[in-house]
């Protein structure tokens, strides 16, 4: 939970200080979303946008970010420590990840509204841009992981993902690795002890000088800044724990006494005693009217802290390194795993708990918990079903596949809850039916998802432009016939390539129809890598074959195989390559593979070219609507002397 008005009430306490020749570490979700900003921001990025719906593509996120990196650690001479993502999400912040994903939920119907159905610009709208009314991009951070993971330079060597919150472990790196600056956007690490030494720098306060007639990191950030020939330090505003207790009054934490660092009783003991400014945040939390010098004398008096114990214990429990949950997780490689793929992980090889106790933790999930999984919203229409349904079947056979790790074996969950795009907070998600742990359901499932793959990558073949990219976005196409057939709902891709697509094979407008696709193929995509980095990480965890384990081993390694050609974030479709996708589908032959693997009655063909006699009806009619005048209609007239009626 945030503090109000903390940042207001400490910022007055900050120290001005050069960052030049420092060492940092970073909280990798706070560097994600700090570039989507500053790629909203740019201007040449925003020139190079074309529509209101477009965003920055996960390309440009994830060279932005690694050239921001560079430019801090080349010009200033910064050297990075260590960048954490948050792999766990503890139970006591699932409210906080709902209200969030109803926020984002909200976000986009509001985007939605703005744009009507029949209100949405071209494919090259002209005027404002609108897109401060989305999001951030769904994938913002596994974008930017991706790119650090595959940089050349240290960067891969030093990001995590962590069995926890990012801030508690670069908390607990400063207080206990090696002392450091933290670099992130939450206002909660102010709060949180970084030993004697540790500040704390909010990335909006990051002024990196412009280079080459760019600013660095942001619409420039695939090109390499110049170093101008006068360098300016890099001020920013510091926060250290220790001088905002000595300026304000309050009892600092004596480390040689107070703290041991790697004693987690002595650390609790101080968040406790309400040191530091545990208390002081405390006292906000409580009343946040209360002025600086009326917090500081009931701080000192412990009085928040005496009136509501309870309340006290579980706030300070949100800054507590989740020690246990670290060692129940060492022996699991979540190295490439995205952090909601790493959250659906870590809850499945805790549930079986063990007789050390990991499952009382107060950060693990207990046992009358479901599992829970949080699939971004994406930009879809709202009045359609959300365009992660579609996909369902592959999260459910990665899920499924948890299932055989050892610790897993016993786990009581059969199903787990996702959450996409949620109508209201008392949303309760979409349950998902795992398959069993043991029997053939799960071997069918792997074989009849095998042979669809291979029907595909078969008949729809790989070229140089478009790679395998076709081949995926065909499955994709594929599941939402099935899923529409089996709802009795229209086919989003159908319409948009029935009734949408001229004969050209390009398309001329953009609708929410095309949006809709558009989403469903994304979701369908991030779907595929979840059900790719599962697999990777059984395999790897996985070392017996024997019996049924050989059959099910057998279709692992060739499901790998096969997904090692899925399309990478940084390549995924957007809506400037959705307008000749009909086109490229065309031509690979992947319209009459959908209808063979759909058992379509007829072939798919675009609509109608405009000379014929259907268009020109659809064009009247759309001539009509634009202009707002019906129709003329001639009345029959069974009375003739109806005509005299009014007459003078």
């Known amino acids: 939970m945030g503090v109000p008005k903390l940042l207001t009430t400490l910022a007055p306490f900050g ?31 925003a020139a190079g946008r074309r529509h209101p719906l477009e965003q920055s593509t996960y390309a440009q996120l994830g060279e932005a970010a690694t050239a921001w990196l560079d430019t801090l650690c080349s010009r200033h001479n910064i050297t990075v420590l260590a960048i954490y993502f948050d792999g766990y999400l503890p139970v006591a912040k699932r409210p906080v990840r709902l209200e969030r994903s109803y926020r984002t939920s909200a976000q986009l119907k509001d985007a939605f509204s ?109 090109t390499k800044t110049t170093t101008t020939t006068t360098k300016r330090p890099l001020i920013v505003l510091a926060y250290r724990m220790a001088a905002i207790c000595q300026r304000l009054g309050l009892p600092a934490p004596v480390y040689e006494h107070d703290y041991l660092a790697n004693n987690k009783a002595m650390c609790q003991q101080l968040m406790k005693s309400g040191k530091g400014l545990y208390g002081f945040a405390f006292e906000l939390l409580m009343d946040p009217c209360l002025s600086t010098s009326e917090l500081v004398g009931r701080a000192k008096q412990g009085l928040a802290m005496a009136q509501h114990p309870d309340e006290y214990a579980e706030f300070v429990d949100q800054y507590t390194f989740p020690e246990a949950l670290n060692m129940a997780v060492q022996q699991y490689n979540a190295g490439g795993l995205d952090p909601r793929v790493a959250e659906v992980v870590f809850q499945s090889v805790l549930l079986g708990g063990d007789s050390q106790g990991y499952r009382g933790d107060a950060l693990l999930k207990p046992a009358d918990l479901p599992m829970l999984f949080f699939a971004p919203p994406l930009v879809d229409d709202c009045m359609q079903a959300n365009a992660w349904e579609i996909s369902a079947p592959i999260r459910v056979l990665a899920f499924s596949l948890l299932r055989r790790l050892p610790t897993a074996a016993n786990m009581g969950d059969t199903w787990i809850r996702e959450y996409a795009r949620m109508a209201s907070m008392a949303s309760r998600g979409t349950a998902l039916e795992l398959l069993p742990a043991e029997g053939r359901r799960r071997v069918k499932a792997l074989d009849n998802f095998i042979s669809l793959l291979t029907r595909i990558q078969a008949f729809v073949p790989a070229s140089a432009e478009n790679s395998s990219e076709l081949q995926w976005v065909t499955l994709a196409s594929y599941y939402d016939i099935e899923w529409s057939k089996e709802h009795a709902k229209p086919s989003a891709c159908l319409d948009v390539l029935q009734k949408e697509t001229p004969s050209s094979g390009v398309l001329e407008q953009v609708t929410w129809t095309g949006m809709h696709w558009l989403a469903q193929i994304q979701g369908t995509l991030y779907s595929l890598r979840i059900l790719q980095q599962i697999v990777a990480f059984v395999k790897y965890q996985q070392s017996e074959r024997a019996g049924d384990d050989k059959q099910l081993w057998l279709r692992i390694e060739a499901l790998e195989g096969m997904l090692s050609t899925l399309t990478p974030l940084a390549k995924y479709p957007t809506l400037r390559t959705l307008r000749d996708l009909p086109a490229r589908l065309k031509t690979a032959n992947a319209l009459e593979v959908l209808v063979a693997l759909a058992e379509l009655p007829a072939s798919i063909s675009f609509k109608p070219p405009s000379g014929s006699k259907t268009s020109k009806n659809r064009n009247r009619n759309k001539k009509r609507k634009r202009t707002g005048h019906a129709p003329v209609r001639v009345r029959t007239m069974t009375n003739p002397f109806t005509v005299l009626d009014g007459a003078d």
Request: aromatic share 6%; net charge negative.
């Open 15 to 45: 120290d001005r200080k050069p960052l030049d020749n420092g060492k940092v570490i970073i909280d990798g979700p706070a560097l994600a979303y700090h570039i989507v900003g500053l790629c909203m921001a740019d201007p040449v990025m």
């Open 114 to 222: 703005f744009y009507q159905r029949d209100n949405l610009p071209g494919f090259d709208a002209k005027g404002p841009r609108t897109g401060s009314l989305l999001p951030a991009p769904a994938f913002a951070v596994p974008a930017v992981l991706d790119a650090l993971r595959a940089s050349a330079t240290h960067y891969k060597t030093v990001t995590h993902v962590v069995p926890g919150e990012a801030d508690a472990f670069c908390a607990w790196h400063a207080r206990n690795i090696e002392v450091g600056t933290v670099l992130t956007s939450d206002s909660d690490l102010l709060v949180q002890d970084l030993g004697p030494d540790g500040e704390v720098v909010l990335m909006r306060d990051i002024d990196l000088p412009r280079g080459g007639g760019d600013e660095a990191g942001a619409g420039s950030a695939a």
